[in-house]
Every structure is written in C-alpha cells, then in structure tokens.
C-alpha cells in the first residue's frame, strides 16, 4: 500500500494554508501581542494544532471514505 499524501485536506489552497496557519498564529500572537510567557504561549499553539487536528482534520477524514 503506497501513502498518498494530502496537501489540501480542504479542497481550497487558500483555506488548507489560513487553518495550517492558526497554531503559528497563536503561538506568535501570544508571544507578541498578548505578553504571554513563550512556554504558555506554546502549549496555547499545541493546544489549537490539537483542535485543529481532531475536529477539522477529522471531519474531513470521515467524509472522504
């Protein structure tokens, strides 16, 4: 079985890079914006990719079997 890697999980480039983009954006944002320590900032970034990762990777997944 050869892997078959998905580089637009979205359908749309535009939306796949903007949601690929939101932990950095977190993690950044909490850094720069917020003044968040960089270790709460970073669990902040994980804890999005986490989201990210269960709720709209997976509902993807889903419907594309």
């Not at 914006?33 to 669990?43: C, D, F, N, P, Y």
């Amino acid at each position: 079985m050869v892997w078959q890697q998905v580089y637009d999980p979205f359908g749309n480039a535009v939306i796949s890079t903007l949601v690929a983009a939101i932990p950095i954006v977190v993690l950044l944002g909490g850094i720069g914006v917020l003044h968040m320590k960089a270790h709460t900032a970073a669990i902040a970034g994980l804890i999005a990719a986490l989201a990210i990762a269960i709720f709209a990777h997976a509902c993807r997944s889903t419907k594309r079997a």
